[in-house]
């Protein structure tokens, strides 16, 4: 595909608009469900996820944020002020705040939608505390997800805990609307795991209704690795765009469940079609390209690859599947469609997705003073054996 001087300025602009936050949890060690490889160069703690973090954007320009979690990034005894400030001199923001509603042995039955009062008081004023931390630190949303669910017929009563989790959501939007105005709520499903009979927010459209009625800063958080085998993302993306529910994305890549592979790694047509549908999105409504109020996180954990390789990849692949669908000719989409000539809409598609754009985003960076090729100059840099010989984790 020859791209053409108005399609690379077109291209250009919306790239100026991407921003794609990292997970602080993505520069440390974590386990799988059966043990833990560690790296001599992982990061051990929160100042050293933020100067990780700050290393990814200067390489690739792209992400300026990194999403914390309470209390893996916040324990009690953390100043928060000096959190800020170390993020500042690493020249990154804070980004969404994270609860933890899964860890405590409290939370064995569930957090919000726990039988056990004591859990659920518990769960809340930890999410008072998160407001307390978002607010100060200038994050701009609560990301919250939950392990609730059963794993047996009668376990619980879902309807019930239906009603907790709604009542829960309701007053940490109000809480919100206090102490930490126009923050987003951003709630995430997910059909299974750690529950395996049923989960309290088990997919898009129980997340929307939570949302609706906890209040209009509360919006849905797709993860691209929460789904069933087969399901259709861009038609889940497409329907709570249109309805003014999609906050935001946490993207890794998955083979056969939340699998939080590197983006693209898998199936960069996937991604491709999700962005796609972004940008028709912005089309139709003669919005600039790349300005949908969509909070774009990775959510990704790596055992095996160097963490900082595999978060500058994501990053890289984000911006290349993201220029492509802005790649698109709508006009020629529109054309087809309307004259039901699915073969050349097809086609269409297509052509965008398979387009090089390695030119376009080496020219973005020259811009911007950046590597034309961010990962092979991390791995020449030498970085991650020197922040390995530092570390000495193993």
């Known amino acids: 595909m020859k791209v053409t001087d108005k399609q690379a300025e077109h291209v250009l602009g919306a790239l100026d608009r991407f921003e794609i936050e990292l997970p602080s949890w993505g520069f440390s060690d974590s386990g799988t469900r059966f ?56 020249q990154v923001r804070i980004g969404a705040i994270n609860p933890n509603y899964f860890q405590d042995q409290r939370y064995k039955l569930g957090s919000f939608c726990s039988p056990d009062a004591d859990a659920r008081e518990l769960a809340m004023q930890h999410s008072l505390r998160s ?53 987003a709520l951003l709630l995430e499903y997910k ?26 800063n509360a919006k849905v958080l797709v993860d691209t690795g929460h789904h069933l085998q087969g399901q259709n993302i861009e038609h889940i ?12 994305f946490h993207f890794n890549d998955r083979k056969y469940a939340d699998d939080d592979l590197t983006l ?62 802005h790649l698109v000719d709508r006009d020629a989409l529109e054309r087809a469609q309307r004259a039901g000539d699915i073969v050349a809409a097809e086609t269409t598609l297509r052509r965008a997705f398979f387009a090089d754009v390695s030119g376009l985003l080496a020219d973005w960076r020259r811009r911007r003073h950046l590597p034309e090729d961010p990962l092979t100059a991390l791995r020449e840099s030498g970085l991650i054996g020197r922040l390995g010989r530092e570390r000495n984790n193993r």
């Open 264 to 325: 693209g790694s898998i199936d960069p047509y996937a991604v491709f079609r999700i962005f796609d549908q972004i940008a028709q999105f912005e089309h139709d409504r003669g919005q600039p390209a790349g300005s949908a109020p969509i909070a774009y996180m990775v959510d990704q954990s790596h055992n095996l690859k160097p963490k900082l390789e595999a978060m500058v990849q994501t990053v890289c692949e984000a911006q290349a599947l993201f220029a492509r669908a």
């Open 35 to 90: 043990g833990q490889f560690k790296q001599a160069a992982a990061a051990r703690t929160t100042e050293e996820k933020l100067h990780d973090a700050g290393c990814v954007h200067r390489l690739t320009g792209a992400a300026p944020s990194i999403a914390m979690h309470v209390d893996w990034d916040f324990p009690p005894t953390i100043d928060v002020e000096q959190v800020k400030r170390e993020a500042a001199h690493h």
């Open 131 to 183: 407001i307390e931390i978002g607010a100060s630190t200038g994050s701009a949303a609560l990301s919250v997800w939950l392990a609730d669910g059963t794993n047996y017929p009668g376990q619980d009563s879902i309807y019930r805990r239906k009603k907790l989790l709604e009542a829960a959501f309701g007053r940490i939007h109000d809480e919100m609307a206090k102490r930490w105005s126009g923050a």
């Open 237 to 248: 993306v497409a329907f709570p765009l249109d309805e003014g529910l999609l906050g935001g």
């Open 191 to 216: 059909p299974f795991e750690p529950a395996f009979y049923h989960t309290d927010i088990g997919d898009w459209g129980m997340a929307a209704s939570f949302a609706r009625k906890a209040g209009p």
